[in-house]
């Protein structure tokens, strides 16, 4: 049997620097075969995580926007016809005939997003949609495993999401018994994607900066992050004031396999199926902008002591060590 790691159990050993100043490396990566960005970090495509206001703000750093699926067709559309190249949208394995009138309007791409992306039918899907619609930019996922990202990218798809219950909201883990630890899905994966140069990005478990640069050193071209965006002000999730917390609000985030989640959408959960998610309010911590420029912060800190002037070197010159649980906790500050 082998062993698994989470982004708490390992660390990064520093590197020669040769690097003058933090601001100097590069964050641009590959989010799909085709299709760079500016820096490696993505919004959660969930209800209560991305909209229009963080869509802008998302596309104003060089990222760009992953609209969700959950919504009405006309929502759908009116995001489309916005956001035009400068946006994904999202489905399931369902209606490709309703998908095609949306890829039609001209997105750059589509994030096919179930919970178990290592399918037969996923992979008939993506082999539906290059049909038609050949330069659309295909995100497959979710997996965890490197055979689950090698079939996927034989499928077609032109980048595969990595990530099956590392996230604040899910327990697909505790519900079912499967899953592997982030940080091992990642590495796992990477080693396949140098070969196949299919970009790998990282759904899910990232809390600081920490997580980003190690998810990024460990072969992803990008992570995807949901509770750290759905916390901001500017943000899809629910609203309600609570005047003992600092920022006076707090947001509710839920996943989309949540009882809350399928009993707004679906009318409850289907028969003979149970919860994967939960969902959960929690302080509202600031703006948009704030988190993406403190883990922006941080990835050219950490770049830095790796010796690196960008993402590529970085994931060349990454070495890992296995931690005992204890270095979290020498870690942090201590006061007392």
């Known amino acids: 049997m082998k062993r698994g790691y989470t982004f708490d159990d390992v660390a990064l050993i520093p590197q020669f620097n040769n690097i003058p100043s933090r601001t100097e490396p590069m964050l641009d990566s590959w989010l799909t075969k085709n299709h760079k960005i500016k820096i490696p970090i993505l919004a959660s495509n969930m209800d209560t995580v991305i909209n229009e206001p963080l869509a802008e703000i998302l596309l104003s750093y060089g990222s760009i926007p992953i609209f969700h699926r959950f919504t009405s067709k006309e929502d759908q559309l009116k995001w489309v016809n916005e956001f035009k190249e400068n946006t994904y949208i999202s489905c399931g394995i369902q209606d490709l005939k309703e998908l095609r009138k949306l890829l039609d309007l001209g997105p750059k791409g589509v994030c ?61 883990r505790i519900v079912t018994g499967f899953g592997v630890p982030q940080f091992t899905a990642i590495a796992e994966c990477a080693h396949i994607a140098g070969k196949l140069r299919v970009p790998l990005i990282a759904d899910g478990g990232i809390r600081t900066s920490r997580d980003v640069v190690l998810a990024l ?19 899809a999730a629910t609203k309600r004031e609570n005047e003992k917390i600092p920022s006076g609000f707090e947001a509710k985030y839920r996943g989309q396999a949540s009882e809350d989640f399928q009993t707004e959408f679906y009318g409850g959960l289907k028969e003979k199926t149970v919860a994967e998610g939960i969902d959960f309010w929690a302080p509202v911590t600031g703006s948009a902008k704030e988190v993406i420029e403190t883990l922006l912060g941080g990835i050219r800190s950490g770049m830095t002591y790796g010796g690196a002037r960008n993402i590529k070197e970085l994931q060349r010159k990454a070495e890992f060590i296995e931690v005992a649980p204890s270095y979290i906790y020498e870690s942090h500050t201590r006061q007392h």
């Open 217 to 235: 050193a460990a072969g992803a071209s990008t992570v995807m992050i949901g509770k750290l965006f759905a916390l901001t002000h500017e943000s």
């Open 112 to 172: 096919i997003d179930v919970a178990h992306g290592h399918s037969d039918r996923m992979f008939k899907h993506i082999e539906e949609i290059k049909k038609t619609h050949p330069d659309i930019q295909v995100i497959a996922g979710n997996v965890c495993t490197p055979m689950a990202y090698h079939d996927l990218v034989n499928a077609g798809a032109d980048a595969v999401k990595v990530g099956i219950g590392p996230g604040a909201a899910c327990t697909t």
